[in-house]
C-alpha cells in the first residue's frame, strides 16, 4: 500500500506563490508516475500537472502552464508543485496522486491509483 501525505498549503494573496509537497510511503516510489488535481467548491476534481517516474517529462493544464512547476526527488520520495503568480481562480483543494500503471505522466485521473488527503489552497483578491 502505498500512503501519500501533503504539506504546504494555505492562503496567500492573489500574485504570491506557494509550493506543495506530497511525501510517498512505499517500496517502488521512483517506478510510479505523479500527478496533482485540484477540486474546488461545487466543481470537478480537475487535473492540474503530472511528471514521470524519473522526471524528464511533465505534463500541464493550460489554466496553469507557464505559473506552476512540477518536479520530483526520487531520493527523498516527494513529488513537489511550485504554484507562482496565483489567481483567485486557483483556490481548491489540492491532491497528489500516484499512477503504478505507466512510466509517463497522464492526465486522466481515473487512471491514478493512490490519493493524499488533499490540502486546502486558499487566493485572496
Known amino acids: 500500500q502505498v500512503q501519500l501525505v501533503e504539506s504546504g498549503g494555505g492562503l496567500v494573496q492573489a500574485g504570491g506563490s506557494l509550493r506543495l509537497s506530497c511525501a510517498a510511503s512505499g517500496r517502488t516510489f521512483s517506478r510510479y508516475a505523479m500527478g496533482w488535481f485540484r477540486q474546488a467548491p461545487g466543481k470537478e476534481r480537475e487535473f492540474v500537472a503530472a511528471?514521470?517516474?524519473?522526471?524528464?517529462?511533465?505534463s500541464y493544464a493550460d489554466s496553469v502552464k507557464g505559473r506552476f512547476t512540477i518536479s520530483r526527488d526520487n531520493a527523498k520520495s516527494t513529488v513537489y508543485l511550485q504554484m507562482n503568480s496565483l489567481k483567485p481562480e486557483d483556490t481548491a483543494v489540492y491532491y497528489c496522486a500516484a499512477d503504478v500503471g505507466t512510466l509517463i505522466p497522464r492526465p486522466d485521473l481515473r487512471r491514478y491509483d493512490y490519493w493524499s488527503q488533499g490540502t486546502q489552497v486558499t487566493v485572496s483578491a
Open positions: 511528471i514521470s517516474q524519473n522526471g524528464g517529462r511533465t
